[in-house]
């Protein structure tokens, strides 16, 4: 099958430090350019990576007949422009999580990508690792009985003013960054969405009230996920999942180390002694080398796209609903706020 010859807006250091790497050892990509509004930045970051091309502007890259597929890492308000503008320009799409600033935008790029009809998705490495294909597949098979909760948290501790987490206007703050990590995890491994959500936020009035810490719960069909992201705890992240009879963890369930036997832990419940406790190994692996050749053989026709812009926007309204739920003090239903959108539910 052919490589596709990938871009890269931006020298993000997701990009530069994991996903450009990752794509350089996958099977079925090839980068062979990356983009700068300071061309400078771009021809250094195009020769630590090992690139060909290197790019003074985004519009210059775009105009490039030799890329097939933009990979986009630009700040949380940039996605959904530049993906729009990339999808225009006739390259496939892959576009960091969280997909856009809100429910309207993802909307907005879904009729870009069905009117241009490139192949589109969010960059949610996670859906791509097999410790969470193996979770889901737990779960499913009535390992720890029936699912009724999951716990979570996912934080760090970061206060540089002009770090782009900190600066609200670009979709800053800690759920956009992370919170939408247990959000993800809780609807994959339920297998359901939220009916409703209830939050509390946090903000910081030094960083133009961006959300420093905030605690929710989603109501599922079948359970309750509770979960909390910060931008000002130590780091440190967890996923639980409880059942009526036994509980799986993943040990580090976000940013799983690559190259790395990755651990799941499987406890029955017989007792608080962990007599029931065993652990699970999965092979060392790289998530965005898995997530890359993913991606590629959608492009190629060979598979689906590993997180679809319909799972994006499904993704986008629960993190739509915890916003507003902490400005209203009420539940809050995600399918609502699609309804009020215009999305067909």
Same mark, same amino acid.
């Given at each position: ?65 030799? &890329? ?15 993906? &729009? ?162 509980? &799986? ?97």
């Amino acid at each position: 099958m052919k490589k596709v010859r990938w871009g890269v807006l931006g020298v993000a250091r997701i990009a530069v430090n994991r996903v450009i790497p990752a794509m350089k050892n996958a099977e079925l990509c090839e980068v062979v350019g990356i983009a700068s509004r300071d061309l400078v930045r771009a021809q250094a970051a195009a020769r630590d990576c090992g690139i060909p091309k290197a790019y003074g502007s985004y519009e210059e890259l775009l105009a490039d007949p030799e &890329i097939d597929a933009v990979y986009n890492p630009l700040p949380n308000h940039l996605h959904v422009p530049w993906s &729009i503008r990339a999808a225009e320009a006739g390259k496939h799409v892959l576009c960091e999580k969280p997909i856009g600033m809100n429910v309207a935008e993802t909307l907005q790029l879904i009729a870009v990508r069905d009117r241009t009809g490139v192949v589109m998705g969010e960059g949610f490495m996670i859906q791509a690792h097999p410790q969470w294909q193996r979770i889901t597949e737990l779960v499913r098979s009535g390992r720890i009985g029936r699912l009724h909760s999951a716990v979570g948290t996912f934080s760090y501790f970061k206060l540089e003013p002009d770090n782009i987490r900190n600066i609200r206007e670009y979709g800053g703050g800690g759920l956009m960054d992370i919170g939408c990590y247990p959000i993800k995890t809780s609807r994959m491994v339920f297998g359901e969405e939220p009916v409703r959500v209830s939050a509390a936020i946090t903000r910081d009035p030094r960083f133009g009230n961006i959300d420093m810490l905030t605690s929710a719960i989603l109501e599922y069909p079948s359970g309750h996920c509770i979960f909390t992201s910060s931008t000002q705890i130590m780091l440190q992240q967890s996923m639980c999942f409880y059942g009526t009879e036994g509980r &799986i963890q993943p040990e580090i369930p976000f940013n799983a180390a690559i190259g790395r036997v990755a651990r799941i832990h499987i406890d029955d419940g017989r007792d608080l002694e962990g007599g029931g406790a065993v652990v699970e190994e999965i092979a060392p692996c790289d998530q965005y080398v898995l997530q890359g050749d993913a991606f590629a053989r959608a492009i190629r026709g060979d598979g689906a796209v590993p997180v679809p812009l319909e799972d994006a926007l499904l993704n986008m309204a629960v993190i739509d609903a915890v916003f507003r739920s902490a400005e209203t003090g009420s539940w809050e239903q995600p399918a609502e706020l699609l309804r009020a959108a215009g999305a067909a539910v």
